[in-house]
């Protein structure tokens, strides 16, 4: 494959990803090549591709007779997506502060929380949005184990589809922005155990805003 193909590709790919985890794309929305090729103006080769990758991401499904679709989720679903997160979460937040590099991992979650302070405060929601995920990715980051990140990266993926949808609302932004802030000041004091309790707490709240959104898309369909 060539050099250009494989930039096409990715370009597809981040392209349709980003339409799934925006809800550009809504769940269950039928993806076929010839429709692809008729809005993006490309051959079937790097559009095959970029599904295949998706499907191995976990964000569209195959099923026979009918063809690729945007992932259809239901409440169990959504539960159990939340509920693999907040374990990996807790890993990776455990091995990383247990790492000889714990005091630049704190510098650089105090350095987030406060860019996402201003975010908030000039209302520049898309890079709140980065440095509210950015928060939870510092861990993955430090805690030196990359068959955590890995396992975690897909799940995160399929959680980003709401998590896009509920972080746009204000009232959650600031109910996020001060739990982050917790969990920070937790670690700041050395108390890894609490810490790690209120990030299960902030991951069920975050849940229960999650599952709010998917009543609410099927309540419209």
Known sequence: MSENVKTITEQIYLMIRNDILRQNRKMGERLTV????????????????????LQQDGLIEYQPNVGMRVVTMTEKDLREIFQMMVEYDCIAMRFACESSEREELLRRLSHVQENAAQCLRLSDLEKWEELSDEFHLEFYHFCNNRRL????????????????????????????????????????????????????????????????????VKADD
């Open 34 to 53: 010839k429709q692809l090729q008729d809005q993006l103006g490309v051959s079937s080769t790097p559009i095959r591709e970029a599904l295949t990758r």
């Open 149 to 216: 990140r890995v396992a975690a990266e897909k799940n995160r993926l399929q959680f980003g589809i709401f998590s896009n949808a509920y972080q746009r609302l204000p009232a959650n932004q600031r109910d996020i922005q001060c739990q982050h802030d917790e969990i920070l000041r937790c670690l700041m004091a050395g108390d890894d155990d609490r810490a790690i309790q209120m990030l299960r707490k902030h991951t069920e709240a975050s849940m229960e805003k999650a599952l709010r959104c998917l009543r609410s």
